[in-house]
């Protein structure tokens, strides 16, 4: 069974770009129960090195610690806060949203105001406000009041949502992407520690904000193979067209052939494909080639890696909060642990 607790505070964690601490230190004790090489590197990366018999490749799996956030940009002589995004957030999404601000002297919740519809003039009523023109009112009246709680400009700040589980084999929480993917890649070290498999676990940094904390990691790591482990965007919902659906809860990890960033090596994306089918692991492949994962950054390090994406399907990344399936994450589970072996030449 898989650790749910652990996925919840994971997801509760606060992590946006550059600020993971919180992440790590969940991560770090949970992966210090597993193996005994474990180093925080110059850019914040977690690195867990598990080592097996002598002449079998080396593989590295990764889950990205950060989620999208926000950097407050202006404090405003009536204490309300300007903010700009983190990673891919669109303002369609935004107003209205509670928000978690943390600066180096404190933390406060906010909420994203907006002007209420009795005075809002019909032709402003359909239409979003750009980001440049929100603001966050976490309740001061002016900027001596907000610096007083420890909030300043670069202070950072996150969706507020608290994880829950709805029932039926569904969850619900803020950062899916990628704080299922750090679920996963604790759950497969535990099952891979006493195999003859060379893994190094990475919990990386900055994925959000272009694949910054793989790209390092992958440099001294030296991997002959990489996995990354995504949570990545299912569609199955009333208003996407059956044909724009990129991925379906309940229908199995997803295999990235290309997207934005990568396309997937040869021999990765046959293993990947013929280990799910010979173990009858349902999956699924990611039909729109778009936005990027760790895997992006490794595949071009040094004279290039040959690396591959499995995610777990999540709706509504990228926003306040996610649903999964916990059908998904073990199926993933699964996947990711027989391509480790598959690689390492353990499982033929």
């Known amino acids: 069974m898989i650790n749910l607790k652990l996925l919840e505070k994971l997801s509760n964690a606060y992590g946006p770009p550059g600020h993971e601490e919180e992440v790590r230190r969940i991560m770090e004790e949970e992966l210090r129960k597993i193996v005994g090489k474990i180093e925080v590197d110059v850019m914040g990366n977690l690195i867990?090195?598990?080592?097996?018999?002598?002449?079998?490749?080396?593989?590295?799996?990764?889950?990205?610690?950060?989620?999208?956030?926000?950097?407050?940009?202006?404090?405003?002589?009536?204490?309300?806060?300007?903010?700009?995004?983190?990673?891919?957030?669109?303002?369609?999404?935004?107003?209205?949203?509670?928000?978690?601000?943390?600066?180096d002297g404190g933390e406060a919740i906010g909420i994203v105001g907006s002007t209420p519809p009795h005075i809002t003039p019909p032709e402003r009523r359909d239409k979003i406000p750009p980001i440049e023109e929100m603001y966050i009112d976490i309740g001061a009246t002016s900027q001596e009041e907000v610096k007083a709680r420890g909030i300043n400009i670069g202070a950072t700040a996150v969706f507020h949502t608290e994880y829950r589980e709805l029932g039926l084999g569904y969850i619900m929480g803020k950062a899916f992407d990628d704080r299922i993917g750090c679920l996963i890649l604790v759950e497969a070290m535990k099952r891979l520690i006493d195999t003859d498999a060379n893994i190094t676990a990475v919990a990386t940094v900055q994925e959000e904000v272009g694949l910054r904390g793989a790209r390092t990691a992958a440099w001294t790591v030296n991997p002959n193979y990489a996995i990354a482990i995504e949570g990545t965007f299912a569609a199955d919902t009333p208003e996407v067209k059956p044909t724009q659906i990129p991925a379906k809860l309940r229908g199995g990890p997803v295999i990235t052939i290309a997207d934005a960033g990568m396309i997937t090596h040869p021999k990765i994306l046959k293993t990947i494909v013929k280990t799910a089918e010979e173990n009858r692991i349902p999956y699924q492949f990611k039909k729109i080639p778009t936005g990027s994962t760790d895997a992006a950054a490794i595949h071009l390090t040094r004279s290039g890696i040959p690396s591959g994406a499995i995610a777990v399907p999540c709706r509504y990344i990228h926003g306040p909060a996610a649903i999964a399936h916990i059908s998904d994450i073990e199926a993933t589970i699964n996947l990711i642990i027989k391509v480790a072996l598959k690689l390492s030449g353990i499982e033929k």
Request: glycine residues 14%; proline residues 7%.
């Open 48 to 103: 867990a090195e598990k080592q097996g018999s002598q002449g079998k490749p080396k593989i590295m799996i990764t889950a990205h610690m950060d989620e999208v956030g926000f950097i407050i940009t202006n404090i405003s002589e009536k204490g309300f806060l300007n903010f700009h995004p983190l990673g891919g957030v669109i303002p369609t999404i935004i107003p209205g949203q509670t928000m978690k601000i943390r600066g």
